[in-house]
């Protein structure tokens, strides 16, 4: 081999050297400090929130790395499978978004949380959290989960200019019949679908008709979520069925191709006047700039003006997880002041605390706080997890997908009492209401 043949071997050794070593610095595995948490929080407002949360820990954590890893899918419908193939697989994140009551419950039966009744302690939150929202974080007197969030979900958007222009007043729609009424006067100006619904993934269904049920009455209501309502003719639960026809009378046809945020923005936009759903709603007129009471306002669904419809979001400590300090970091600041007045002035959402700094709320907000404390009446959401047991759940958002295309209230009543009673054992938990 002579000497140039030689240098060029030496030259391509050293060159390919420097490049694998570059390939493994910029390849090479994340730091051992992070921090790794799951939610479905990709909407405009959802994303700006949880980030300003993110932000909170980043500020009090600065060495450690924060992983968020969001799986898109309104009220979790997609996340919620991948989870359990995950923590089935032995492979929890550090933490993960999850609704409160029932739907903790599989993960506590299967012992995959760890308790953190000390950490509940320690952070002083017994006192600063609501009875009604402490107890639906709690599995055997233990606690499994921290709240980062109080949702009311029976609440009507509207567009206030296209109420306005057509002489609708809100304050007036407190019934089914009066909402119907408004809706036909909107129709009769041109506004062919004045209610927008988005169902991609079913649970917006669920979702009206639940409020529907919750403006049946709280007793009835009550008898819902404890598995009580177990005939096809129950009157009531026919009742509710019909009214929810009539409402998909005046839904967009398009609505199966649109998820929950794209159905706002028609109200947002006043291509439809209302749209019912969860607080979280607020979040995206925010996202658009809109001023409440000037652009958009909200009505309790008809029928359900002195209850609050809960749905609770929060976080929890799985076992075995690959970060526990940063797990249990992350729990403290969710459950802390800063972060709960980081993350849901943008929610849309109200603290889950008592002693939160009203000041950095919106108005809406501040008349949900109102609402909160002055309520008769407190119901915990089905469609968002929390009231009913997996098992019913689990059938509820095809039976009412398939009413939505079909309005045929008796094979809906059939199937909706058929899953009820098929989940009959796990209706463990005794709700009282009223
Ligand atoms: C969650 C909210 C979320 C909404 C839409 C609900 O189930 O509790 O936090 O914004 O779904 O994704």
Not at 194 to 218: F, M, N, R, S, Y
Not at 253 to 279: K, N, P
Request: include cysteine; aromatic fraction near 12%.
């Amino acid at each position: 081999m002579n000497k140039t043949v030689l240098y060029v071997a030496v030259a391509v050794i050293i060159t390919a050297l420097i490049c694998s070593a570059t390939v493994w610095y910029v390849m090479r595995p994340a730091p051992a400090d992070v921090l790794e948490i799951y939610h479905w929080w990709t909407s405009g407002g959802e994303k700006d929130a949880i980030d300003a949360l993110v932000d909170v820990f980043a500020d009090d954590y600065p060495d450690t790395g924060v992983i968020q890893s969001p799986v898109a899918g309104g009220a979790g419908y997609v996340m919620k499978a991948v989870m359990k193939s995950l923590v089935l697989a032995g492979e929890a994140p550090d933490a993960f978004q999850m609704h409160a009551g029932y739907e903790g419950q599989p993960y506590f039966e299967g012992k995959y949380l760890e308790p953190i009744s000390d950490l509940w302690q320690e952070e002083g939150w017994k006192p600063v959290i609501p009875d009604v929202v402490e107890d639906m974080v709690k599995f055997d007197g233990e606690y499994y989960a921290v709240p980062v969030n109080i949702h009311r979900v029976n609440v009507v958007w509207y567009n206030k200019h296209v109420l306005d222009d057509n002489g609708v007043d809100p304050a007036t729609l407190t019934t089914w019949d009066a909402f119907f009424d408004a809706c036909d006067t909107l129709v009769t100006a041109g506004i062919a679908h004045p209610i927008a619904l988005g169902d991609i993934g079913k649970w917006t269904d669920t979702h009206v008709l639940e409020q529907i049920i919750a403006g049946e009455g709280i007793d009835f209501y009550e008898d819902w979520v404890n598995g009580q309502v177990t005939s096809a003719t129950d009157p009531k639960l026919v009742s509710a069925l019909n009214t929810f026809a009539t409402y998909l009378g005046y839904v967009n046809v398009d609505h199966v191709t649109l998820t929950w945020d794209e159905a706002i923005a028609r109200v947002i936009t006043g291509d439809a006047a209302f749209s019912v759903m969860g607080d979280w709603a607020n979040g995206e007129f925010y996202k658009a700039g809109k001023v409440y009471d000037t652009d958009y306002g909200t009505i309790p669904t008809p029928g359900t003006g002195v209850m609050y419809g809960l749905c609770i979001d929060c976080f929890q400590h799985p076992k075995g997880v690959k970060h526990p300090e940063n797990s249990l970091r992350w729990l403290k600041v969710v459950g802390s002041k800063e972060g709960q007045d980081a993350f849901n002035p943008i929610k849309g959402s109200i603290s889950a605390r008592t002693d939160s700094d009203t000041t950095k709320y919106g108005p809406y907000q501040a008349a949900a706080i109102a609402d909160f404390t002055a309520a008769t009446y407190m119901y915990p959401s089905v469609a968002h997890g929390s009231g009913a047991p997996e098992a019913f759940t689990a059938e509820l958002d095809d039976i009412m997908s398939a009413f939505v295309t079909d309005k045929d209230v008796s094979a809906a009543a059939s199937a909706l009492t058929a899953a009820t009673n098929a989940a009959s054992d796990d209706y463990i938990k005794v709700w009282d209401l009223d």
